[in-house]
């Protein structure tokens, strides 16, 4: 662990919970399950429904793991929230799901029959799922036999945009915006440098600065130890499935960005910082034009692949997070939802 960073420790009940399901098969996550993690991408349109970031997280969550039904079920803890359980399913069965070659996928029932009595075993009062996609909410809603509970908030909706319109940045909400592009726009002495192997460490350097500005405990009161995660997330840090780029005013590395991209034109931000006032806006924007296709030139290829859309994740509440992504432009919000299951009476 680096110079900073906090241990999230669990409550009792939680622990009691996590040691009862380690008892039941399930198994800590750590940097060693992230090959196991990789393909369960699915065809999730949530930021949250990616099993191999969650791998750099295990730390603040206390994260577990079990293969069932082709499937992977994980259970994340985060001390004052009751445990909850997440799915990934596979489009189709695999041979190296698991190692359960030749297994045939469960069913949406199936699995919350299974999961149900591991959840009781464990001392729950009840089946929690959690990041259910919008799309898919009345299947998770009609699971025979169950009573279902359904929640979900705003301040864990993502925020999804067309590359475009962050680079247009139309309409006079976002006449702020314009101000601080400019304030970057056409420098000479700001330099973009993609991410890879050998300097990818550098973000650390960034968030070690970042964080020096912080307090922990509102940082891990929120979502965890970021700079814990990106410790990770340097050690196995796998090119082929995240991308990345630095930022350089004036000779110094001032911002970086890390994303991901999935199958449908989709890109996922998943990690970012700016050191200086309103740079990672600027990076934002260097994202949307240059490497997802928002501005190419008409008639003319974009230099990367045209994508659809642009997931910046939740604002967690924080109303400066919030003020900004509704400012960046013409967005979506992507809810995701608790469904929560009781066995109906006999």
């Known amino acids: 662990m680096g110079e900073f960073g906090i241990q999230l420790q669990l409550n009792e009940r939680d622990r009691g919970v996590r040691e009862k399901l380690l008892q039941q098969g399930f198994l800590p996550v750590g940097r060693e399950t992230y090959p196991l993690f990789r393909d369960f991408k699915g065809g999730s349109i949530l930021s949250e429904l990616s099993p191999a970031v969650s791998t750099f997280w295990a730390g603040s969550f206390h994260e577990l793991y079990r293969f069932i039904g082709g499937a992977l079920v994980t259970v994340f803890f985060f001390d004052g929230m009751e445990p909850y359980f997440e799915i990934n399913r596979l489009k189709e069965a695999s041979p190296d799901a698991g190692g359960n070659a ?73 006449h702020k915006k314009h101000t601080h592009l400019n304030k970057f726009l056409g420098r000479d002495d700001i330099e973009i440098k993609p991410m890879n ?52 005013v004036g000779g110094k590395v001032s911002g970086y960005l890390i994303w991901e991209r999935r199958e449908e034109g989709r890109a996922y931000l998943h990690f ?3 050191l200086i006032q309103n740079f990672f806006a600027y990076l934002i924007y260097i994202l949307a034009k240059d490497e997802l296709g928002g501005a190419a030139p008409a008639g003319t290829p974009p230099l990367r692949p045209a994508t659809v859309s642009l997931n910046l994740n939740e604002d967690m509440g924080k109303e400066g997070l919030r003020r900004f992504k509704k400012h960046l432009g013409i967005y979506e919000h992507w809810r995701k939802y608790l469904c929560t299951y009781k066995k109906c009476p006999a």
């Open 102 to 174: 030749g297994i045939p996928l469960f069913s949406l029932r199936e699995l919350v029959d299974a999961l149900y009595p591991i959840a009781l075993g464990a001392g729950l009062p009840s089946l929690r799922i959690y990041a259910v996609e919008e799309s898919f909410l009345e299947e998770y809603k009609g699971i025979p036999g169950y009573e279902t509970s359904v929640e979900y908030s705003d301040d864990h909706s993502e925020y999804v945009y067309r590359p475009a319109d962050i680079v247009n940045l139309a309409g006079g909400i976002n």
């Open 197 to 248: 192997h050998d300097n990818r460490r550098l973000f650390l350097d960034i968030e070690r600065e970042w964080c020096g500005f912080q307090d922990c405990a509102v940082c891990g009161a929120f979502a965890g130890c970021e700079y814990k995660a990106l410790e990770i997330m340097a050690d196995i840090y796998d090119h082929g499935y995240f991308q990345g780029l630095f930022g350089y």
């Open 272 to 274: 970012g910082k700016g």
